[in-house]
């Protein structure tokens, strides 16, 4: 998707020259300041800029440089700038993602405002390098399709002859089709709409005639990660693969976390039945369907609706900080420093604690995480995504083959545990207390300091855990600029 094609979509909407214009300097802002914090975390260099340093090396840029009004005069500083460098050395690619998330964040906030969607998190994040990429789907398939889809979209599903469901939960493809999408009759897999044009291997197989596409069609709406969509009839939500790049990643479905995803939440939910922990809930994934020998590219995995205690309130934490700021409605009702101290506990004990005693690392960003509210005050977070977890070999193994057979070549390809906590622990606060903390200080005066006070106090508080080593890892980098650049895709992580 390319700037020039948003702009004459917004002329023919007959969105004003000055609102553009607008839009696109504070993208370009905003890019800027992504890319330059990248940049600064995982190499210790620091671009000549105006810029606020916080806490967990996140950073504001806060103007543009003299002179950089437009994508090619920031491109031309950031040449110069990181001459000699490594990220010089990959400029082309530096350059051909900086155009599209500028394009893409320009995009997000035309659409965002009026977007009545469920999670519409329009801004773009804080914690990549490259907000709101989409290397990929074309402008006519992101305005038809995204968390920003003002009217619910129909999902295509195709009649695979030979697709295989994973599941403890459902005995039948009948029961588990009723399920998810409301439908009767024979096992059908949903398609992200997408996908249908994106990916070679679909459009294959439906050319073929291998799979068909069916006349049934269920209505849903993306979630923020845009793969995942909430079917309307159920409140089921089905996380899909799609052939793109969102944001810094190939978003297929690997087998491994197709053929573990119910698995490894059946362990998850094992292990907290056990724990007793009363501040994490889950929403597991109950089962997973695809085609047996293409299902990286046609598959789902599936997750039912989430159930609120009584009295409790359920907030995606996305929509607490970002689009929608439900946040701000909130510390109206409850004290600033009173609400992060729960919050904190809250995001905290439950990962923190399955890391260290239980051998599950997740991944608690924004994106993944629900907040339980009771009285406007955060009591627990319920998790999602969690097929990809980090398990840990010595703790869970015979565990994991008790409830079923893992896939072949599960452990040989599970990175090395103290990476799960790394990651853990940068999806834990840089990717989510730091923006919680950015947000409390811009939008309510809170002090950083005190705040960060807080988040020790909290790690305190868990030491009967054994907090130590991932206290330790609070500023260690995942390389996700890097890695992006260099179209690798393996964990990689720099100490700070
Ligand atoms: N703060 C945020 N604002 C907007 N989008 C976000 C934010 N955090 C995550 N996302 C979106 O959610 C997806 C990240 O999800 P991830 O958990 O890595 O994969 P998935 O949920 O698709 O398995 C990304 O594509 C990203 O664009
Ligand atoms: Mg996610």
């Known amino acids: 998707m390319k700037l020039a094609e948003v702009r004459r979509w917004a002329r023919g909407q007959g969105i004003g020259a000055a609102r553009v214009r607008r839009t696109y300097e504070a993208a370009l802002l905003h890019v800027t300041s992504r890319v330059v914090q990248a940049i600064y975390r995982e190499s210790g260099l620091l671009l000549p800029m105006p810029a606020r340093l916080l806490p967990f090396r996140r950073l504001e840029v806060t103007a543009l440089p003299a002179g950089v009004r437009t994508v090619p005069s920031l491109l031309a500083t950031l040449r110069r700038s990181l001459k000699g460098t490594e990220y010089g050395r990959r400029f082309p690619a530096l350059r051909h993602?900086?155009?599209?998330s500028v394009a893409n964040v320009v995009l997000n906030r035309l659409l965002g405002p009026k977007a009545r969607s469920l999670e519409p998190a329009y801004q773009g994040h804080q914690y990549w390098p490259f907000p709101a990429l989409r290397v990929g789907p074309s402008l006519e398939q992101v305005l038809a399709c995204s968390h920003l889809t003002r009217k619910p979209v129909v999902l295509p599903l195709v009649e695979v002859d030979d697709c295989r469901l994973i599941s403890a939960r459902f005995g039948s493809?009948?029961?588990f089709q009723r399920a998810w999408s409301g439908l009767k009759g024979e096992a059908l897999i949903p398609v992200h709409p997408w996908q249908l044009e994106l990916s070679p291997v679909v459009r294959e197989l439906l050319k073929t005639g291998s799979v068909r596409l069916s006349s049934h069609k269920v209505e849903m709406i993306p979630l923020a990660s845009q793969r995942t969509c909430r079917i309307l009839a159920t409140g089921y939500d089905v996380k899909l693969p799609v052939d793109a790049t969102l944001t810094g990643e190939h978003r297929l479905l690997y087998r491994l976390n197709l053929e573990n995803a119910p698995l490894v939440s059946a362990l998850a939910e094992e292990l907290l039945r056990e724990s007793g922990l009363r501040t994490l809930a889950f929403q597991p994934d109950v089962a997973s369907v695809f085609h047996r020998q293409f299902g990286s590219h046609l598959g789902a995995i599936v997750r039912p609706p989430l159930k609120p205690r009584a009295g409790e309130r359920l907030v995606p934490a996305i929509n607490l900080w970002t689009g929608p700021h439900e946040g701000r409605a909130l510390l109206r009702r409850v004290p600033v420093e009173k609400f992060f101290t729960r919050y904190c506990r809250a995001l905290m004990e439950g990962p923190v604690a399955f890391y260290t005693e239980w051998g599950m690392a997740f991944e608690p960003h924004l994106q993944n995480v629900y907040v339980g509210l009771r009285d406007?005050?955060?009591?627990?977070?319920?998790?999602r995504d969690l097929d990809n977890s980090i398990i840990d070999p010595r703790r869970v193994r015979g565990r994991l083959r008790a409830l079923g057979n893992p896939a072949k070549?599960?452990?040989?390809?599970m990175p090395p545990y103290p990476d799960g906590g790394r990651r853990m622990v940068q999806a834990m606060l840089y990717g989510h207390l730091g923006e919680v903390i950015w947000r409390l200080s811009e939008d309510h005066g809170a002090d950083t300091g005190r705040l960060m006070a807080i988040v020790d106090h909290t790690w305190n508080e868990l030491r009967a855990f054994g907090?130590?080593?991932?206290?330790?890892?609070?500023?260690?980098?995942?390389?996700?600029?890097?890695?992006?650049?260099?179209r690798a895709t393996a964990l990689r992580f720099v100490e700070r």
């Open 376 to 383: 406007s005050l955060p009591t627990r977070i319920m998790l």
């Open 97 to 100: 993602d900086i155009e599209n």
């Open 173 to 175: 493809h009948t029961a």
């Open 467 to 486: 907090v130590q080593q991932l206290r330790g890892w609070s500023n260690s980098v995942k390389t996700t600029l890097r890695t992006r650049l260099r």
């Open 409 to 413: 070549d599960t452990w040989r390809h």
